[in-house]
């Protein structure tokens, strides 16, 4: 039987947990400390933890971080629970290795929906195992998983590597490389902290097949005598020359050694259906021992991340943990009456030079280095931010539209994070606007059909962004509350007479689907008059207004109400009175 362990000082609250745990089927344990929710973890290693982060001995996350550096607990799936919810410590709680986040008040469903995630994918990750690593596969999510960490380099070569640290101090013909994942802490909060410990897993099996190909190296005279596993993100590799070096294009052999195992390490990965791409960085070491091994972050590893080699991919990682990234708002306009219905959130990279990186040169580098997840909670939490702060200036009936990434779509947890921060901000999810691509959709339709039926069901307004006719025979089965027309079809309306026939036809089956319309990208009073005649709910663009700062955004509220005095600008947003419940 699986057994979650309930670490929790709020001895209400934990029995209500472990209760409707055992009403579903799950073996509980119960600790109302840290230190005896470690004990039991080590006694009886539980399938899955829940663990307040406020406890009265040590913090949560003191619990976390002892959890994940004892070999038999680190692969344990954790839920945190707060009674504060914010970025800050959701933020934090993934830093350290959480694999889910909840705010109190919880919500039964949700947490028990947060629990068979976590199951499932801890099952997930037991299969991979089997078909990666050659491993018998478990029978239920109820089996216990070897930790990745027990599969690495064993505490004797630890023993030999400090042995022939010593050697090396006293040979000319030795060298030892160490070898970094830089952006493990990265993976680990993205995607939690197991995947982190295949990836370095991964790693070593790429490590040993290279360890066996003497040729690959282009070194004539070394010896490979031990590959060690270090220490949270870091491998040594120890060298010994068979012969002391004599040549002078001795170093430029080791180098060009070095550059080509760095480019190695370096391609994609996928684990558990995420394309991963590893931050390698390798430094040989002169009179090194094995605590600075451990302790690299203050060495040149650490500096280099400074220099002015800084990739674009660790600059874009600064800039979404730091301030450089900002969000615009382009505004919606209702049609009917020219007020302000609603804003698209669009962010926007300026670095501290003051240059722009535009998002055509970042959004790819996001995708290829695992950064859309963690790039695109940046942007909802900052969005429900800042809709927060309009709401208290009186103009509470703005909705906000946020735009969803194919990485989002496939993330099992997105949902129960997305939620994390709407009740963290108070903000209603009718307020909220979802875009998902239509051809995301049409790549997987089974899996686009699901989220936006889950979206809707929370009281989110999905919407269909792009919109042409791909998708059109499958509308009626789509829970979509906005058609977002695609640009391409605006251009030129007037001028375009088939276009409008391909207009009217979408404008008509979405008004009687009592699906709202938007168009995207109109720039002309001609095209604006077209799609009036066509009936089409709101619009945006640059005819109206390019994408505003928060601040210019918010004056042209305030203009537009001193315009109309009696009409608060977002009243007369068209949304189907089916929104959130619709059965379609």
């Known amino acids: 039987m699986t057994t979650i362990l309930v670490i929790d000082d709020d001895t209400k609250l934990a029995t209500f947990f472990c209760n409707a745990l055992a009403l579903n089927d799950f073996a509980t344990l119960q600790a109302a400390t840290g ?244 931050d390698i960085h390798i430094e040989a070491m002169v009179h090194p021992d094995l605590a600075q091994l451990k302790t690299l972050d203050s060495s040149p590893i650490g500096a280099a991340l400074d220099g002015p080699s800084l990739s674009l991919a660790e600059r874009l990682r600064r800039a979404i943990q730091g301030d450089e990234l900002q969000l615009y708002f382009q505004p919606q306009v209702d049609l009917s009456s020219g007020q302000i219905v609603g804003a698209e959130a669009l962010v926007r990279w300026y670095t501290p030079e003051e240059n722009q990186i535009l998002p055509i040169q970042f959004i790819p580098v996001a995708e290829e280095n695992g950064l859309m997840l963690p790039l695109g909670e940046w942007i909802i939490e900052t969005a429900l931010r800042q809709l927060t702060h309009w709401q208290k200036k009186q103009f509470s009936a703005i909705s906000m539209a946020l735009n969803l990434s194919s990485y989002q779509l496939r993330s099992s947890d997105f949902i129960h994070r997305l939620m994390a921060m709407v009740k963290a901000t108070s903000i209603s999810p009718v307020m909220i606007d979802l875009e998902l691509p239509e051809r995301l959709i049409l790549e997987d339709l089974s899996q686009a059909k699901s989220l936006l039926a889950e979206l809707s069901k929370r009281g989110f307004s999905p919407a269909i962004d792009d919109f042409s006719f791909s998708s059109l025979s499958h509308l009626p089965d789509l829970p979509v509350n906005i058609l977002k027309l695609d640009k391409c079809f605006v251009r030129n309306l007037h001028q375009n007479t088939n276009n409008q026939v391909i207009v009217k036809a979408i404008m008509d089956i979405a008004r009687s689907l009592n699906i709202s319309t938007i168009a995207n990208g109109v720039e002309t009073a001609r095209e604006l008059s077209v799609l009036k005649q066509l009936k089409c709910h709101s619009m945006q663009g640059y005819l109206f207004s390019p994408a505003l700062s928060a601040q210019d955004f918010e004056t042209l509220l305030l203009e537009s109400t001193k315009r109309s005095p009696n009409r608060r600008p977002g009243l007369p947003h068209p949304r189907p009175l089916t929104m959130g419940v619709t059965s379609r």
């Open 35 to 278: 230190l005896e929710g470690m004990q039991l973890a080590q006694q009886h290693q539980p399938q899955l933890i829940v663990c307040n982060i406020n406890l009265p001995d040590i913090s949560g996350y003191d619990v976390l971080e002892r959890l994940r550096s004892h070999t038999i607990t680190t692969a344990i799936p954790v839920i945190m629970v707060t009674d504060h919810g914010t970025p800050e410590t959701f933020r934090c709680s993934m830093a350290q290795g959480a694999d889910d986040y909840l705010t109190k008040p919880i919500d039964l469903p949700d947490f028990l929906q947060a629990v068979r995630t976590q199951l499932t994918k801890r099952e997930q990750l037991a299969q991979y195992f089997a078909q990666a690593f050659q491993t018998s596969p478990p029978a239920s999510p109820a089996s216990p998983i070897k930790s990745p960490y027990e599969q690495l380099t064993s505490p004797t070569n630890l023993t030999e590597l400090e042995i022939q640290l010593e050697q090396l101090k006293q040979s000319p013909g030795s060298s030892l490389w160490v070898i970094q994942l830089r952006n493990y802490s990265d993976l680990c909060a993205d995607y939690g902290h197991v995947l982190g410990q295949l990836v370095l897993q991964t790693m070593e099996q790429q490590l040993r097949q290279w360890q066996e190909r003497e040729q690959d190296w282009g070194l004539d005279s070394a010896l490979c005598l031990t590959l060690a596993y270090v220490g949270r993100d870091r491998f040594a590799v120890f060298f010994r020359a068979s012969e002391p070096p004599t040549q002078a294009d001795s170093k430029a052999a080791w180098d060009t050694a070095m550059v080509n195992l760095q480019t190695e390490l370096q391609q994609p990965m996928v684990i558990n259906n995420h394309r991963l791409v590893p």
